[in-house]
Nanobody, 125 residues
């Protein structure tokens, strides 16, 4: 699966952005897709994930603010980010992994084989 992330930009604190992850490949609809982010000088961290059947997972730091969704007809996964904070500033990456991924591994970087190029999100205070 090849992935293309887009939708990043500069926004003021409290604002919103929607990221898109467009994929090519026949197996995308059966894949688990996740968003990770990496701030300057920080390790890459899990943000949210969605299973092929629609079950979602999210990091505690974004619960209630970020929503992940997928449109398999368009081979696209979205990350709606609301009430953005300066600490959300990072490069955001989408990744695809096995559709049979065990739930306990959904948040792990090593569970994902295919990665997009990343899109920068900058939140000003």
């Amino acid at each position: 699966v090849q992935l293309q992330a887009s939708g990043g930009g500069l926004v003021q604190a409290g604002g919103s952005l929607r990221l898109s992850c467009a994929a090519s490949g026949r197996t995308f609809s059966r894949s688990t897709v996740a968003w990770f982010r990496q701030g300057a000088g920080k390790e890459r961290e899990f943000v949210a994930a969605i299973r092929s059947h629609g079950a979602t997972y999210s990091a505690d730091s974004v619960k209630g603010r970020f929503t992940i969704a997928r449109d398999n007809a368009k081979n696209t996964v979205y990350l709606q980010m609301n009430t953005l904070k300066p600490e959300d500033t990072a490069v955001y990456y989408c990744a695809a992994g096995s559709g049979s991924l065990i739930s306990s591994y959904v948040r792990s970087l090593s569970s994902y084989d295919d990665w997009g190029q990343g899109t920068q999100v900058t939140v000003s205070s």
